[in-house]
């Protein structure tokens, strides 16, 4: 167990709606990440929080967006669904330490779109 | 743009075997490298953490090596067991944020 939650487990939606994915940090870390993986594929990076402002972004689409609040949690949210987005969204919690930076991951969320 | 490739895709093996899962990286100026394990579905369990300074790093059964000039590292594992079929990723971080590059793995099935 790593103390990263995340919730839902799972998710159904239809193309066009739009989801809210929520990430619970590991206790002491201040930076979050969010990951994209579809089947058969390595986790894609979509974007990084850090101390509550977005501090990278993958080759993702603005309709991916996200916020990090003052407890270090997050959520991921995705307007305007494709089918492609049907993947497992992981979230990764670390502490921005230039020595090791470890990154915790969550258990994922499987979101599903039909 | 880092692109990371693990070889084999899929890799299958009796029980007690010894075996080595390949990543390599096309960017050497990595500033760490990782090795996670994946069960169906589910999160992600980081394995190892090699700094790019470093050369090996070991915990029991599992030992992985980097040679960042050559952009390659490995994963050993030893005495394979049922209980080690997963799936194993390997990811670098680049200098500047700790975002992390994955390759595509390699899906272990160790048979008893």
């Known amino acids: 167990e790593t103390g990263v939650t995340q919730s839902p487990t799972h998710l159904i939606k239809t193309r066009g709606q739009q989801v809210t994915l929520r990430c619970s940090s590991q206790s002491g870390h201040n930076t979050v990440s969010w990951y994209q993986q579809a089947l058969g594929q390595g986790p894609q990076f979509i974007f990084q929080y850090y101390r509550e402002e977005e501090n990278g972004r993958g080759n993702f689409p603005p309709r991916f967006s996200g916020l990090q609040f003052p407890n270090y949690s997050s959520e991921l949210n995705v307007n305007a669904l494709e089918l492609d987005d049907s993947a497992l969204y992981l979230c990764?919690?670390?502490?921005?330490?230039?020595?090791?930076?470890?990154?915790?991951f969550g258990p994922g969320t499987r979101l599903t779109v039909l | 743009k880092q692109e990371v490739t693990q070889i084999p895709a899929a890799l299958s093996v009796p029980e007690g075997e010894n075996l080595v899962l390949n990543c390599s990286f096309t960017d050497s100026a990595i500033y760490n490298l990782q090795w996670f394990r994946q069960d169906p579905g589910k999160g992600l369990t980081s394995l190892l953490l090699i700094q790019s300074s470093q050369r090996e790093q070991t915990s029991g059964r599992l030992n992985a090596s980097l040679d960042k000039s050559s952009g390659r590292s490995t994963l050993y594992i030893a005495a394979s067991q049922p209980g080690d079929s997963a799936t194993y990723l390997c990811?670098?971080?680049?200098?500047?944020?700790?975002?992390?590059?994955f390759g595509k793995g390699t899906m272990l099935l160790v048979s008893p």
């Open positions: 990764a919690s670390s502490f921005r330490d230039r020595v090791t930076d470890t990154q915790y």
């Open positions: 990811a670098v971080t680049n200098s500047g944020y700790s975002t992390l590059t």
